[in-house]
């Protein structure tokens, strides 16, 4: 199994940035994913970014491009997410998820909540107005 642990959640005023880390184990396929999901409270979850090793293709939900980067390649097995120019309405906990196997996959037409195996435990932002 893969081990993904998030941190560097906070409380920020709006306007402010936040880069959120996700720890992982080694994948063991060449074929993995990276994704960054977010919940806020009475909504369901939502992808915001991600990643995938085979294309090395990027996705964003439309409401963060431009503000949110994911940053990979890094040689310390973690992921970033940096978020810029945040909004009240980025408060939420947000996820590290994780797929790898055989094959190839691209996260360019976006990605899947469903298509994830392993799921860190979540780190909450805040954005105060």
């Known amino acids: 199994d893969v081990q993904l642990v998030e941190s560097g959640g906070g409380l920020v005023q709006a306007g402010g940035s936040l880069r959120l880390s996700c720890a992982h184990s080694?994948?063991?396929?060449?074929?993995?994913?990276i994704g960054w999901f977010r919940q806020a409270p009475g909504k369901e979850r939502e992808a915001v970014s991600a990643f995938a090793s085979s294309d090395r293709s990027t996705w964003y939900r439309d409401s963060v491009k431009g503000r949110f980067f994911i940053i990979t390649d890094n040689g310390e097995n973690t992921v970033y997410l940096q978020m810029n120019s945040l909004k009240p309405e980025d408060t939420a906990v947000y996820y590290c998820a994780a797929y790898q196997g055989p094959g190839s996959h691209s996260v360019v037409g976006g990605v899947s909540a469903y298509a994830m195996d392993y799921w860190g435990k979540g780190t909450l932002v805040t954005v105060s107005s």
């Open positions: 080694r994948f063991t396929f060449d074929d993995y994913g």
